[in-house]
C-alpha cells in the first residue's frame, strides 16, 4: 500500500483499514518514508524495501509521483498496479501526459494497471476476501461482478448492492480506464467460476469493436447489464468533462449494446433489479406469463406492463381451469390473472402456485400480494414459500418466480426458499420489467451467432483507384465519380448517364430506352425535388429536352450561384418500394449502417434501424424487420413481397464498402427501390461525402 499514512481522515489510511478489516488474509505491506508502523502493521520506505515477493502494488500519492513509484515497482517485479491517485487525463492536458508516460512504462515492463483516478478493486471470495479500496462498503458474497467507470457512482453501487440484497464476487473502480478497461474485465468474468451476472456502469468505450467481440460472445453464457449514462446532450458534455472520453451517439450505443446481446438498463434501480432476478432465477423459456393475486388493481397494472414489455398473460386453458378448480374454492374465478380475493387465505397461495408453475402453458410466474393486515402476512408469506417449493419439486425448476410484496416497508428482502432466492418487488411494473430482459436475454441465447460474410467485388483494384483519385477540391464525390465508383464496387444501380446538354439527354435517353427520368446530378443539393430537379416518366426525346431545360432553369431559379454539373438520365424503375441505406462514420464507433424506407419517409418517419460495422447475416436479417414498415415489404394488402435476399445482401454490401474504404465519411444510397421477390433491388440516388485527401 504505497501512500499508507497514520492520519485516520487520509485515503492513504482508509485503504489499509479496508485492507484488514475485510479479513484478507495474505501479508498487508504499508509504505511510507516516514513511518515505522501503520494500523499495527510494520511500514517501509520503499516498495523496494519490502523483503518478500509483492503481488499487488496499491498507489495513492500525489500524480506527478506515481512515475517514480513506478518505476520502483518495475525494479520490485510487481506485475499488477492499482492508482487510485487522481490528477491525471481527467483534469487537463498536463495529466493527460503524464498518464501517457505511466502507461507507458506498465505496458513496456508487463504489468497491468487499474485506474488511475479509481478508488481500488475487491473481491468477497471465501478464505481470500479483499477490499482493496477506500469505500467503507463492503458487499455481501455473491454471483454478480460490477465494474463502474465513475468512482462516486461506484461507491453508490457498492452501498445499493447490500440495500437491494444482490451479492458481488468482484468490485472494479475502472477510474480512466487507461490500461485495463471493461472488455479486459469481461473476458476475464467470462470464464470466473464465481461469476454469473456481469454489472457494468460506463460513460465510454475504449475499444467498441473489440466490446462488440467479447460482449457478443460472452451474453450467450453470462447476462451483460449495462448502465450507460450520456443519453441526453448534456449528459454527453458532462461525461466528456468526467471522463476525458469522447462520446458517442446514444442511438449508436444502443445498437451496439443490441448487437452484443447486452442488456442496456436505463436506472440504477432498474440495474439491481435486473442483477437480482438474473442472479436467483432461471431464464424463462418463452414469454407467457401467469399472474397470481389478492388484488385486481395491482393484477391489472401488472398486465398491461406485460403486454407494453412484450410478454404474454395468456388466457388459461380449459385443462388448467380445471386443475385450478379443484385447489380452490368455489368463489374464486380460474382465469389469468388469477385474483383470490382480499379474503384469500394462506392456503389458496400455497395451492394455486403449483398449479400454475407446474403447467406448460405457463413460462413464467408473477405473485402479487397487497398486506392488508399484518397479522395475516406472515402466514401468506409463508404459504408462498411452501408453494414454490412444492412447484421446484415438479417440473417447474426452469421458469422464473418473481413476488411482488406491496406493503408500507421501507424494504422487503428476498425470499429464501432452501438454496432459492426469489426476487421481491415494491410494484408490479419493477417485477415486469426485470421478466421482459430474462425474456430478452433468453432469446438472445436462442438466436444463431450470425455469420461475417466476405462481399468483395471483382473490381477491387479498379474501386481503391477511384478513391486515391478522388477530387481533392470537395468533399463530395462528384456524381460521375459516384457512380462509377458504385459500379466498380459491384452494387446494383439503375442504368443511367450522366449529360450536359439537352440533346445529350435525348441522345442517352433513346440509348437507355424509354420511359426515363431527368434527375438534377449536383454535390452540394442532396433534396433535388425542392428545387424542381427531378422529372418522371418521360416517354419521347420532345419530353426529355423540354424535361433538361426546366431543370437548368430552376435552378438558376433557386441557386442562382450554382452551375449545372450534369443532369442524369436514368431508366424508369419498375414499381416497388422505395428504402433508404446510409453510412455515417463516427468518431468513435467507426462505420454505422442505417436503414429504412426511403424517399422523404426516412425524414418524416424517422423509421430507420442502426447497426455499427462490422455487421453479421443475422444483423441485417434483425434490421430489415425492425423497421415498422416492414409490412411493405412482406407483402401488404395484396402487395407482392419484396426481394428481401437481394436487401440483406445490399446491406452486406453497404456495410463492407464503409469497412473497406475508411476515406468515405458518409453515404446515403437514396432511393434504393426493393423489386418483388427474385427481381432484386437497384440504387437509384447516391451521395458519397469522403475525406480531404
Known sequence: MIGASRDPNAIGHQVVTALKESGFPKPIYPVNPSANEIEGLPAFRSVVEIPNHVDLALIVVPA??????????VKKQVKAVVIVSAGFAELNEEGARLQRVILEKVRSHGIRMVGPNCFGVMNTALGSPMNAS???????????????????LGLAMLAFSRLFHVGLSYFVSLGNKADLS?????????????????LLYLESFGNPARFLQIARRVARTKPIIVLKSGRSTAGTRAACSHTAALAASDLTVDSLLHQAGVLRVETMEQMFHLSQALSSQPLPQGKNVAIVTNAGGPAILCTDACEALGLKVIDLSSQLKD???????????????LDLVASAGP???????PVLVGSSEVDALIIIYTVIGKRMSSAILSAIQEGIATARGSAAKRKPIFLCWITEEVQVS?????????????????????????????????????????????????????????????????PRHTLELLEASDFSVIRSQLVQSAQAA???????????????????????TEVGGVRLNLTDEHLVKDAFQTIESNLRRFHPEEPLESVQVQAMAAEGIELFIGMQRDPVFGPVIAFGLGGIHVEVLSDVRFRVVPVTDC??????????????????????????????????????????????????????????????????????????K
Request: hydrophobic residues 35%; contains cysteine; proline residues 8%.
Open 347 to 353: 392456503e389458496h397461495f400455497s395451492k394455486a402456485i
Open 414 to 478: 428476498p425470499l429464501k426458499i432452501g438454496e432459492e432466492t426469489v426476487p421481491v418487488y415494491r410494484f408490479p411494473e419493477d417485477a415486469t420489467r426485470s421478466l421482459a430482459y430474462m425474456s430478452a436475454q433468453s432469446e438472445w441465447n436462442k438466436k444463431p451467432p450470425g455469420n461475417y460474410i466476405p462481399m468483395g467485388s471483382k473490381n477491387e483494384k479498379h474501386m481503391r483507384e477511384l478513391i486515391e483519385g478522388r477530387d481533392v477540391s470537395s468533399r463530395w464525390l462528384s
Open 619 to 692: 444483423d441485417v436479417r434483425e434490421m430489415v424487420r425492425e423497421i415498422k414498415g416492414y409490412k411493405l415489404l412482406s407483402g401488404y394488402r395484396g402487395k407482392p413481397e419484396s426481394d428481401i435476399d437481394a436487401i440483406e445482401k445490399l446491406l452486406l454490401r453497404a456495410a463492407w464498402f464503409a469497412e473497406t474504404n475508411p476515406e468515405i465519411l458518409s453515404f446515403d444510397f437514396n432511393p434504393v427501390m426493393a423489386f418483388p421477390k427474385g427481381k432484386g433491388c437497384r440504387i437509384l440516388d447516391a451521395r458519397l461525402e469522403v475525406k480531404p
Open 134 to 152: 477506500f469505500s467503507p462498503n463492503f458487499p455481501l458474497t455473491g454471483n454478480v461482478a460490477m465494474a463502474s467507470q465513475s468512482g462516486g
Open 323 to 337: 386443475s385450478l378448480r379443484q385447489a380452490l374454492p368455489p368463489e374464486v374465478v380460474p382465469q389469468n390473472p
Open 64 to 73: 506527478a509521483c506515481v512515475s517514480q513509484v513506478i518505476d520502483d515497482c
Open 506 to 528: 435525348a441522345n442517352a435517353a433513346r440509348e437507355i430506352g424509354f420511359p426515363v427520368a431527368l434527375k438534377l446530378a449536383s454535390k452540394t443539393i442532396s433534396h433535388k
Open 182 to 198: 471493461s472488455n479486459d474485465l469481461i473476458e476475464y468474468w467470462e470464464h470466473d467460476p464465481e461469476t454469473k451476472v456481469i
